[in-house]
Every structure is written in structure tokens, then in C-alpha cells.
């Protein structure tokens, strides 16, 4: 057993079942406008800027942001901060293209609507098992590190944290649909934000840069280094990562959908600049670790453990408040997202395409409250570390990156250069994941996409009707 | 049953009990990862079988432990270490009562600079790619 305890159980149960009774009373609150499918899915697609923003802030400060980027930093040192903080280009580059989607599809539900409609069935097929896989994965390493953090934070056993984490999300998820959980993002990353900067001066008042860079060059010399190997190489795979699973995933589609017209560039753009700083704040914790003397018994729990050390009792409510918060924010997107996919791509396209909204936004409940148990069932045995568990994802994502953005601005590209590149990308990347290392995955994956779908654009160039997506059908 | 021969049967289970906490005492910590292990990131986790009582570890740059510098004590029964550059790193544990585990050995040889400023590059020029993509087809978009 290792010593990394900070509030008794019972502080924490009480801060879990006011947090949870919070969440869930803000997320009924605000989502009872939700009527029909479109208000379930995608807010009655008038969401606007404050709230836009806020939502995308809130829901890419995952527990991976807060808990993984101190870890980039003690593994990889300023390169490993810096690699973190790339995730924050996916949102600038998310912005102009969240403005075409918009514009192409103005009565759009779904990514898979545009894969479907722009490379035909094969693809969107593909496409499908590829994001339903990410996303599963990625909502199954949320709610695992949930469970993982609660217990390390507060003794709370993992079972019952990882449990409470995800029937909170689900709960006002299928209550409020995307009402709710925009809702309940902006609060979240209210806290998220103020709780980071808090921490972040808290530490500099503990110890002092020189200390800092005197501990690291005596024990950790290679953390400074600029010529630091592995960390060099995980700059743009790290980056291609970030771009990809925001650039495919129905998280961030859905959001387009449901921002006001003209409000996405912006809001995308200011989500951006708000995110950019956290990793960094966040690994610079880290970093600190050594001159502080706190032992580090896993690499994903060095930012709860410096910031409990630093701020005692304090500092360990804060973490605790700021990591369900970001657990909450991230769990409840990927449910809505995931379940809108779900009801839209495979129940109407596949199953019932005569389905009225009314029935849809039942099914909608009902496939969310299925992806939550389904997920309870797979976190309920620990398996993998935070990192080894999300970046298994990386390489499919990656070979996503190229299909759409060419789809979206190349009237040329076309769906054979958009399947081989997306299943291509996929296996050699994976192959690249077991072979090497997560470290060049996404980084592979996306390089054979990418030769994929140019050699087919360039060998085959389709002509094709951008009115298609517009029209829908 | 004599007096005498109760004695002799108390004797013994004493001196059994006394022993077997002995044998319990004198047991060296051991690491559970193998004797040797590699590394490319200059980083590891090294973990060890709980002990009664704390543990310390130390590490070392040679075989025989000349210099030792204690990276930890406590209870813990894993330590991250990360930041290393190229070279053999030496580790044991050391119990309260002084007894020693099997050393650990940590090898770390990084990628070469060669290969990683290569991917490196590859990763530049397919992002710059993407942004090119991204930002022409901006400008393009209403032709």
C-alpha cells in the first residue's frame, strides 16, 4: 500500500454527495427546456458565446488535463508540459472548421451524418466502429480515473467513487440532454479554472524557482534537457492526438451544431486561449515534486499528492472539488455525444429511420443510461494506468484527422482515399503502439492516412457537391 | 503428562515461535520488478513487496553501492523515478533491522537524437499539412 491518503473518508463522502446533489439539480434545472430530440442533442441550436466557450473549456479539461499533465511533466520534463499544452491547438483549428460545418450543415445532428453523407456507407461504417471505440475508451478512463482519484484523494473505495461519478453524469444527462450538460459545464469550469490558478500560486509560495531548478538539475537532469529523445518525438504526436479526437468526435460536432450561427469561431478560439495555460499550470506542479521532497509512488497521482502536500487539508478539498468537477464536465459530454451518435447514426439511419423526435429523445435516455452501465461494468475490475488506457485510442483517432478535414475543404477527396486511410492509418499505427510505443502511434497513424488520401485524390479526384450536406440526404 | 515433560513441550513451542519471528525479521525486502530493467525515457517505476516496517532505498552509480544517496523512506511500496540520463543505475532496499535486498539494476540508453528529431520533422510537416488544408480551404471556401 502506498501512503497517498489526504481527507478522511467521511470529509470526502461529504464533499461527493454535495457535489453530486449539486450536478444533479443544476443539470434537472436547466435541462427541463429539453422537449424533443434536437433539444436533447444539440440545445435547440441557440447556444451562445459565454456559454460555448465555457462548454468546450470545460469538457477538454478532462481528469486527464489535471491528472495527466503533471505526469507528462515528471516523465518528460518542459518538453513533456509543453506537449500536453499542444491539445490546446485542436481548438484553435477546431474553430474555422466548426464555422464550415455549420454552413455546410445547417440542419446536421451528428459527425457521422457528415462521414455518411460525404464518403458514403462503407466509410461511415468505419467510422463509426473507429469513434464508438475512442469514445468508449475514453469514457471508460474517465470514469476508471474517477474511482482511482476519489479512493487516492479520500479512502473513498474505488468502486463506490468510480459509481457515483457516473450515475451523477448519467442521471442529468438523460434528464437535460445537451441543455444540461452546457449548463452545468459552465459552472464546472468556473471552478476548474479558479481552483487551478489557486493551486498554481499556493505552490510558487511553497518553494521558489531556483530551488526548483537546483533539484531538478541535480536528481532529474534529463527533465530539462532539450535534447530529450522520447519527449522530442512526443511533441506532434501528442498534437496530432489532440487534433484528431477533437476534429472527428461528436463531442465537438455536436457543439457546432448547437452554437449559434457565427458563434463557433469564437467560441472555439476563446476555449483555446482559456485552455492553454492549465497543463502548463498543471505540470509545473509536477516539476515541483522533487524540491518539495514528496515521493511520487505513480506517476498519475504526482499532482494530488504535491498539492496536498503544499496546501494540507485546503489543498486536498480543492483537488477533489476541481478533479470531480472536470470528471463531471468531460463524463457528461462524452455520454451525450456518444449517445446522440448512437441514436442518430445507427437507430434512425440504420433501424428505424420513421422514429418521431419524441421517440428519439427517449431512445437518446435510454442508450445514455446503457452507456453508462456498460461502462460501469468494464471499470469495475482497475485495469491500465490513465495514460496506457487513452493513448491505445491514439493511433485511430490520428488516422481520422485527414478524411475529415480533406472532406470538409476538398471538393476532391473522396471516399476511397477516406477508408483506406482511416482502417490503413489504424492498424499500422497499432502496430506502431505495440512495436514502439504510444510516443509515435498517433503520429504513424496519421502519416499513413495522410499518404492515403492524397495518393486517392490525386489518382481518383471526385467532384463533389457540397449541396449534398446541405440538403441531407 | 509430567510436570517436567509439559515444560520441555512449552520450551519447544517457545523456541519454535521465537525462531519463526526471527526467520520473519532477518526476511530481505525484495523488489517485485526483474533484476535488470530498461529504459529509453530515462524514466521507471520501481516496486517492492510491502515490508512490517519502512523501507529505505537507495541508489547508486556502480555495482558495489560505494556512494549510496537514499531516494526514499517510508511505507510506500513503489517509487517513480524519471529525468535520468544514459548510464546504469544501481537500487536496494534496506529494511529497519539494516538487511539488504538484491540489488536492481536500471538501464537507461534513450532513443537516438537522430531518429527522434526525424519524427520529429515527419510530425511538423504532416501538421503543417493540416493547417494548410484547414487555412486554404478557409480562403477557397466561397469559390
Request: aromatic share 12%; proline share 4%.
Amino acid at each position: 500500500m502506498n501512503d497517498v491518503v489526504f481527507l478522511s473518508p467521511w470529509l470526502g463522502w461529504v464533499l461527493m454527495t454535495g457535489l453530486s446533489g449539486l450536478w444533479i439539480g443544476l443539470g434537472i434545472y436547466w435541462g427541463r427546456k429539453s422537449k424533443s430530440f434536437e433539444d436533447h442533442a444539440l440545445a435547440g441550436r441557440n447556444i451562445g458565446l459565454a456559454l460555448g466557450s465555457a462548454t468546450a473549456v470545460a469538457t477538454w479539461v478532462t481528469s486527464n488535463t489535471t491528472m495527466l499533465a503533471p505526469q507528462f511533466a515528471l516523465q518528460m520534463g518542459i518538453w513533456g508540459m509543453l506537449a500536453y499544452s499542444t491539445a490546446s491547438i485542436g481548438l484553435f483549428l477546431f474553430a474555422p472548421m466548426s464555422a464550415r460545418i455549420r454552413a455546410l450543415m445547417p440542419d446536421g445532428y451528428t459527425s457521422g451524418d457528415f462521414m455518411r453523407l460525404r464518403y458514403g456507407q462503407t466509410a461511415w461504417k468505419i467510422f463509426l466502429v473507429l469513434t464508438l471505440f475512442y469514445s468508449l475508451t475514453w469514457l471508460v478512463s474517465m470514469a476508471m480515473a474517477g474511482g482511482i482519484l476519489l479512493n487516492a484523494l479520500s479512502g473513498i473505495r474505488y468502486e463506490y467513487g468510480m459509481t457515483v461519478i457516473l450515475a451523477v453524469c448519467v442521471i442529468y444527462t438523460m434528464r437535460g440532454g445537451l441543455y444540461a450538460v452546457i449548463g452545468t459545464d459552465f459552472i464546472q469550469s468556473l471552478i476548474i479554472l479558479i481552483g487551478v490558478v489557486v493551486v498554481g500560486f499556493a505552490v510558487l509560495q511553497q518553494v521558489e524557482m531556483e530551488t526548483i531548478y537546483a533539484n531538478l538539475t541535480a536528481e532529474k537532469p534529463a527533465l530539462l534537457d532539450v535534447m530529450f529523445p522520447a519527449a522530442i518525438i512526443a511533441v506532434f504526436n501528442n498534437l496530432l492526438f489532440g487534433l484528431g479526437e477533437i476534429f472527428h468526435n461528436n463531442v465537438w460536432w455536436s457543439r457546432a451544431f448547437a452554437f449559434r450561427q457565427g458563434v463557433g469561431r469564437k467560441a472555439y478560439t476563446i476555449a483555446g486561449l482559456i485552455w492553454l495555460p492549465i497543463p502548463i499550470a498543471a505540470g509545473f506542479v509536477a516539476l515541483a515534486s522533487g524540491a518539495l521532497g514528496v515521493p511520487v509512488p505513480s506517476p498519475d497521482m504526482v499532482g494530488p499528492l504535491v498539492i496536498a502536500s503544499v496546501l494540507g487539508e485546503i489543498g486536498a478539498v480543492a483537488i477533489f472539488v476541481i478533479v470531480f468537477s472536470s470528471l463531471a464536465s468531460s463524463i457528461d459530454s462524452l455520454l451525450a455525444a456518444t449517445a446522440d451518435l448512437i441514436t442518430e447514426d445507427i437507430y434512425r439511419r440504420m433501424w428505424r429511420p420513421g422514429a418521431t423526435p419524441g421517440q428519439l429523445k427517449k431512445v437518446a435516455q435510454m442508450v445514455t443510461l446503457a452507456l453508462g452501465l456498460g461502462t460501469w461494468l468494464v471499470c469495475l475490475p482497475r485495469i491500465g494506468t490513465l495514460a496506457t488506457v487513452l493513448f491505445f485510442a491514439g493511433p485511430l483517432v490520428g488516422s481520422m484527422i485527414w478524411p475529415i478535414i480533406t472532406g470538409l475543404y476538398w471538393k476532391r477527396a473522396n471516399s476511397q482515399g477516406a477508408i483506406s486511410g482511416m482502417v490503413l492509418g489504424s492498424i499500422v499505427g497499432l502496430v506502431v503502439y505495440f512495436q514502439i510505443g504510444w510516443y509515435v502511434a498517433s503520429l504513424v497513424g496519421t502519416v499513413v492516412s495522410m499518404v492515403c488520401v492524397i495518393f486517392f485524390t490525386v489518382i481518383q479526384p471526385a467532384n463533389y457537391s457540397w449541396q449534398t450536406l446541405r440538403q441531407g440526404e | 503428562m509430567t510436570r517436567k515433560t509439559i515444560r520441555v513441550l512449552l520450551l519447544a513451542a517457545v523456541v519454535v515461535v521465537v525462531n519463526s519471528w526471527a526467520g520473519a525479521a532477518i526476511a530481505a525486502p525484495r523488489f517485485i520488478t526483474e533484476a535488470t530493467i530498461t529504459s529509453n525515457t530515462g524514466y521507471a517505476q520501481l516496486t517492492w513487496e510491502p515490508e512490517n516496517g519502512p523501507v529505505e532505498l537507495q541508489q547508486a552509480l556502480d555495482q558495489e553501492f560505494s556512494n549510496p544517496q537514499t531516494i526514499y523512506q517510508g511505507n510506500n511500496t513503489s517509487l517513480f523515478i524519471s529525468g535520468l540520463r544514459n548510464g546504469a543505475y544501481f537500487y536496494r532496499l534496506q529494511a529497519t533491522d539494516g538487511t539488504l535486498s538484491p540489488p536492481l539494476t536500471l538501464e537507461v540508453q534513450h532513443y537516438p537524437l537522430g531518429q527522434a528529431w526525424m519524427l520529429f520533422a515527419l510530425g511538423a510537416g504532416v501538421f503543417a499539412g493540416i493547417v494548410f488544408v484547414i487555412l486554404n480551404g478557409e480562403q477557397h471556401q466561397h469559390e
